[in-house]
């Protein structure tokens, strides 16, 4: 048997989640932004 190449993957975090988990802050941050941006446009 070859021995596995990577045996501590498994406890690593799926790089789909970690994607997910980036995109919703990123959509936070972006919310954040443009409520700032009509706030500050609106004076």
């Keep these: 048997?070859?021995?596995k190449r990577y045996p501590?993957?498994?406890n690593k975090?799926?790089?789909h989640e970690?994607?997910?988990e980036?995109?919703?802050e990123l959509n936070v941050l972006?919310?954040?932004l443009?409520?700032?941006a009509h706030q500050l446009f609106k004076n």
């Design 8 to 10: 501590y993957s498994g």
């Design 1 to 3: 048997m070859k021995p």
């Design 34 to 36: 443009s409520t700032l």
């Design 13 to 15: 975090k799926q790089p």
């Design 22 to 24: 980036l995109r919703y």
């Design 18 to 20: 970690e994607i997910a």
């Design 30 to 32: 972006k919310n954040n």
